[in-house]
């Protein structure tokens, strides 16, 4: 079993940045697609970033141009840098395979967007 350990959310001011790390805690193969999502209060789970295993991006629209998804596959790890954050983006961020694997969620890490 893949757990997703993911890290580095916290209280930001609009306009601010974060960088969000995902550590797997098994080996994930190279080949397989992951992705960042996000849930915010009242409303459902949702994919933001996709990083493909030859490094293709994809973005849902609101974070087009501000959020930068990479991974590093010797070290098990994906990336998600956020520029420019909205209070709009506060939210919980998990990241998971993509399509995701319903036993790999992890805790998810807290994003905050307020002045």
């Known amino acids: 079993q893949v757990q997703m350990v993911e890290s580095g959310g916290g209280l930001v001011q609009p306009g601010g940045s974060l960088r969000l790390s995902c550590a797997a805690s098994?080996?994930?193969?190279?080949?397989?697609?992951m992705g960042w999502y996000r849930q915010a209060p009242g409303k459902e789970r949702e994919l933001v970033a996709r990083?493909?295993?030859?490094?293709?991006?994809t973005y849902v629209d609101s974070v087009k141009g501000r959020f930068t998804i990479s991974r590093d596959n010797a070290k098990n790890t994906v990336y998600l840098q956020m520029n420019s954050l909205k209070p709009e983006d506060t939210a919980v961020f998990y990241c998971?395979?993509?399509?995701?694997?319903?036993?790999?969620w992890g805790k998810g890490t807290l994003v905050t967007v307020s002045s």
């Open positions: 998971n395979l993509a399509p995701p694997r319903m036993d790999s």
């Open positions: 098994g080996r994930i193969s190279s080949i397989v697609p």
């Open positions: 990083i493909s295993s030859g490094g293709a991006t």
